[in-house]
């Protein structure tokens, strides 16, 4: 049975918006009437083809990152109390604040009523549930063990969000000071410093190399800054251009990797979340190859989703995965280590998982212990920084009191 969006007014003039199911608009209105209402305007949410939407779906994302860890949660807490799926859906149609949440609920109640599974609802909507999160859910539903997985799901999302926003805030402080810094400096290179040129452009006497050096990077900046900052954002578009040629990207990506923090931090990163996503696939019953191909795709470094890829042929071919791992050397020994382990005592699922945890709190701990450092540095550089430039102000003013007397 589809689900309809409507609008309508009730007895007493207000605007009442909402879903419902029924077999058809036609009936959709009939339900509305019995219930008082007169209906303005009904629309199918569900079964509509995909040319009617977006490329990618009949609607545009409604669900973000964050919004979609916290509707696993209330989903999985619903299934895992002994609530059916439709049910806990229509629940969470019920209780949505958003009318496009409370919509995309009613589609996926209404696909699961009409005999879909879970997976297959989910599937119609994939800019809101990526692959791998139908590919779990598919595993669930068939092990039988759907809350279990639902339950998995939420902690993994909830972790990345965790991880994301700890290195968003190591990274935002000195994001904002370098910028305040770059701005304070234009605004005295450009401004401050041209005032006092103009003050001593007559003098017969001469300025002060700093001085002279300021003059000279101030002339600079404001008969050229406009160029620079058009050759940035022109060098900026060819890269991001250039980005989009895998070739191209994989080696930017493997030099990105050998940087000497940066680059730890990025495999870091990219093994927890590899290892994490395996994880919770292996450990939902889909097979290691199925889940070694979905586990590669969630790498955002393409030089390791490079690795990875070669590493699922040698499993192909009948290596253990551990070994696969430990031919790749751009993956942290850490995780090949884990891997064995889980081998060698049958627990591969939950070792995985532990070499995730642990990467990700390496991780943690080198974003904050960079953030730390930066910080500092990057005011000690800004005072620095304004400090000559006050110099260069200030030495003609002592220079020309030490000519008058």
């Known amino acids: 049975m589809p689900a309809y969006s ?8 207000q605007t009442r918006k909402g879903t419902l199911e029924a077999d058809s608009a036609k009936s959709a209105r009939t339900q509305l009437r019995a219930q008082s209402f007169i209906p303005l305007s009904v629309q199918v949410l569900a079964g ?6 977006s490329a990618r779906g009949w609607h545009s994302r409604v669900i973000n990152s964050n919004e979609l860890a916290i509707w696993t949660r209330q989903l999985a807490e619903l299934v895992s109390s002994g609530l059916p799926l439709e049910q806990a859906l229509g629940s969470l149609a ?42 779990v859910v598919g595993a669930g539903e068939q092990s039988g063990h759907l809350s279990l997985v639902l339950v998995r799901l939420a902690e993994d999302l909830e972790e990345r969000q965790v991880l994301k926003s700890k290195l968003l805030g190591a990274a935002l ?28 452009a007559g003098s017969k006497h001469a300025l ?13 900046v404001r008969g050229y800054g406009w160029l620079v900052a058009l050759l940035l954002a022109a060098g900026s578009a060819l890269l991001w251009q250039m980005l989009k040629n895998t070739a191209f990207r994989e080696r930017w990506d493997a030099a990105w990797l050998n940087l000497p923090i940066l680059g730890k931090l990025a495999r870091g990163y990219n093994a927890a979340r590899f290892a994490g996503t395996l994880s919770m696939l292996t450990a939902a019953g889909v097979p290691i190859l ?16 490079r690795d990875a890829l070669d590493a699922l042929v040698l499993v192909r071919e009948g290596a253990p995965l551990a070994a696969a791992l430990a031919q790749k050397k751009r993956f942290p020994g850490l995780l090949s280590m884990f891997a064995r382990l889980g081998e060698q ?15 990700s709190t390496e991780v943690q701990r080198r974003a904050m212990h960079l953030a730390t450092i930066l910080e500092p540095l990057l005011i000690v550089v800004m005072g620095l920084v304004v400090m000559l430039i006050v110099l260069a102000v200030l030495m003609p003013i002592i220079q020309l009191n030490q000519w008058v007397k």
């Open 345 to 359: 005592t049958g627990q591969l699922p939950s070792m995985l998982d532990r070499a995730a945890k642990q990467l």
């Open 94 to 135: 019920e209780e949505s604040e958003s009318e496009a949440h409370r919509n995309l609920n009613a589609a996926l109640r209404a696909s699961v009523n009409g005999g879909t599974s879970f997976a297959k609802a989910l599937e119609q909507h994939p800019l809101e549930f990526a692959d791998i999160y139908v590919a």
């Open 290 to 305: 199925q889940a070694l191909q979905a586990a590669a795709q969630t790498l955002s470094n393409q030089a390791l989703k």
């Open 173 to 200: 402080y000195p994001a904002i000071v370098s910028l305040v810094a770059v701005v304070i400096v234009l605004f005295l290179v450009g401004y401050v410093v041209p005032q006092v040129a103009h003050v001593f």
């Open 208 to 220: 002060p190399f700093l001085t002279v050096a300021m003059m000279a990077i101030s002339d600079f």
């Open 48 to 53: 509509r083809p995909l040319a009617e939407g």
């Open 6 to 13: 409507f609008t309508a007014l009730d007895d007493q003039g």
